[in-house]
């Protein structure tokens, strides 16, 4: 496994990717248009906020962003994070979270956010793990398919204070890049 900047060569890959991601998920990297528009986007340019993990074979597992605040939000970044569901339980969404952490230190930026349905428990307490901590609820925000209101958490870490303590206990940012 390797987790790296997305690349040029990595466009068939991530749009192969991407077809894997079940659609009510997509809607949570709010990109627009079709995976081969998304994927063009995020290979067109290396971008260290913009995060795969690739298997030795070449098979993109998952992939991270992290999408820049601006004017006053400037200091913050949204996640945005997809893992295909065949490679889920394997520690993939973490190590992948801990690369982009080290990322967006080096980056500058002190926050960054990232928004959960409360129906993903687990989701929810992978993060809680790496330092980030609920900060809103909003009932009834998200909409489903077949009309369903579900509950979204946004969840932040204010990295800079969480960095001392992540160091403290093993967790080194960065060190999950290959």
Not at 69 to 81: F, P, Q
Request: hydrophobic letters at 45%; proline letters at 2%.
């Amino acid at each position: 496994m390797t987790i790296r900047t997305c690349e040029p060569g990595d466009q068939e890959a991530l749009e192969a990717f991407l077809r894997t991601i079940p659609e009510q998920e997509r809607a949570f990297h709010k990109a627009e248009g079709a995976d081969a528009a998304l994927a063009a986007e995020w290979s067109s340019q290396r971008d260290p906020l913009r995060l795969v993990d690739v298997a030795d074979d070449g098979v993109v597992r998952g992939m991270i962003g992290i999408r820049r605040g601006r004017g006053m939000s400037a200091h913050t970044g949204e996640i945005t994070l997809l893992v295909d569901p065949a490679f889920r339980q394997q520690q993939i969404a973490t190590n992948l979270v801990v690369a982009a952490i080290g990322e967006a230190l080096k980056a500058g930026l002190s926050h960054v956010f990232v928004e959960v349905t409360a129906e993903h428990t687990a989701t929810v307490g992978m993060f809680r793990k790496l330092g980030f901590e609920a900060e809103a609820l909003l009932q009834g925000f998200i909409k489903r398919r077949d009309g369903e209101l579900q509950d979204l958490i946004m969840m932040t870490n204010r990295l800079e204070e969480n960095w001392a303590a992540a160091q403290l206990v093993g967790l080194e940012t960065g060190d999950a890049m290959a």
